[in-house]
């Protein structure tokens, strides 16, 4: 049984590149192809003008270049920011992947770490974090 004086510690947030993914989703409509604007090793912010409630585990299908095929993945809605909120940049959702594989995990690493090395070296450590 957990401590009920144990204070939980939330893990580190990993470096987010700003990069465009086409994600398709599925929804009660059936799947739906947006396109992800960020995207970390533990989630990704899809550009929507139609963002799922807060609380949603969606089944997502992320392409990322050079791949064979996109990944499939889980997450789960954790924020959506509506369409002319003010100082939001882009309306949609972030999603948080879950229960992911350590090979699907270490494809997206691998691909986060090369887009981060291809920043200019000022700007690498500037990679926002969330």
Do not use: C
Request: aromatic share 6%; proline share 8%.
């Amino acid at each position: 049984m957990a401590d009920p004086q144990e204070k939980h510690v939330p893990a580190p947030r990993a470096h987010r590149i700003d990069h465009e993914l086409p994600v398709a989703y599925r929804t009660v409509a059936g799947f739906v192809t947006d396109w992800a604007v960020n995207l970390s090793r533990g989630g990704l912010y899809i550009n929507t003008q139609q963002p799922l409630p807060v609380g949603t585990v969606v089944r997502l299908l992320v392409s990322l270049p050079g791949a064979s095929f996109p990944v499939d993945l889980v997450g789960k809605v954790t924020r959506t920011t509506a369409q002319g909120t003010p100082g939001s940049e882009v309306p949609g959702m972030a999603v948080e992947f879950v229960d992911v594989d350590d090979d699907k995990r270490s494809r997206i690493e691998a691909f986060v770490e090369r887009l981060r090395e291809a920043l200019p070296a000022d700007e690498r450590g500037s990679a926002t974090r969330k």
